[in-house]
T-cell receptor
Framework: DAEITQSPRHKITETGRQVTLACHQT?????MFWYRQDLGHGLRLIHY???????NKGEVSDGYSVSRSNTEDLPLTLESAASSQTSVYFC?????????????FGPGTRLTVL | KNQVEQSPQSLIILEGKNCTLQ??????????LRWYKQDTGRGPVSLTI?????NTKSNGRYTATLDADTKQSSLHITASQLSDSASYIC????????????FGAGTRLFVKA
């Protein structure tokens, strides 16, 4: 069955370190997204991609970067982790057609920055 | 500003009872509205989607309504079960160009035996 996976599921790191969160989907979806989820807030979009070599900034992109070298993967990199980036991170993917694009979410990565 | 507001923030009900969750939005132009269910420690899963012309959509014991004129939606859960304990997230997609999908903060539902 097609799925979307994230790794690691839990990560503890120190301030200033570079961290990469992996996202892999086997739906063959063109669209992929990274969100963060914090208490009291809805999911907030960090970056998104509509296809290979395409990346776009979301509403909370500062301090994060992504690259899309193939259809299946969209890794999220925190260049220099900050305590404010402690959060739960969700990756999602959806089909090409934007009109009724159900997003399929991964299980999430809980990141703690000390 | 495009916003999605959900109420209540949290809700406790007894197993077998019905409940209704509310979603008000200001997203314009409007494309569609979804309700997602998010179990603890999991990613959200889509329950229903409604476009401008639809005002009711059911998925088992879940029934969503949409009033595009007043920009309000509700999710009604019938005969609640313990497994309904989760967060329910209202998500509105805007029309026009660019990526404009706004997530509500969710309603946390607790179903007690």
């Amino acid at each position: 069955d097609a799925e979307i996976t994230q790794s690691p599921r839990h990560k503890i790191t120190e301030t200033g370190r570079q961290v990469t969160l992996a996202c892999h989907q086997t739906w063959n979806h063109n669209n992929m997204f990274w969100y963060r989820q914090d208490l009291g807030h809805g999911l907030r979009l960090i970056h998104y991609s509509y296809g290979v070599h395409d990346t776009n900034k979301g509403e909370v992109s500062d301090g994060y970067s992504v690259s899309r070298s193939n259809t299946e993967d969209l890794p999220l990199t925190l260049e220099s982790a900050a305590s404010s980036q402690t959060s739960v991170y969700f990756c999602a993917s959806s089909e090409q057609h934007a009109g009724a694009d159900t997003q399929y979410f991964g299980p999430g990565t809980r990141l703690t920055v000390l | 500003k495009n916003q999605v507001e959900q109420s209540p923030q949290s809700l406790i009900i007894l197993e077998g009872k019905n409940c209704t969750l509310q979603c008000n939005y200001t997203v314009s132009p409007f494309s569609n509205l979804r309700w997602y269910k998010q179990d603890t420690g999991r990613g959200p899963v889509s329950l229903t989607i409604m476009t401008f012309s639809e005002n009711t959509k059911s998925n088992g014991r879940y029934t969503a309504t949409l009033d595009a004129d007043t920009k309000q939606s509700s999710l009604h859960i019938t005969a609640s079960q313990l497994s309904d304990s989760a967060s329910y997230i209202c998500v509105v997609r805007g029309g026009g160009g660019g990526f404009k999908t706004i997530f509500g903060a969710g309603t946390r539902l607790f179903v007690k035996a």
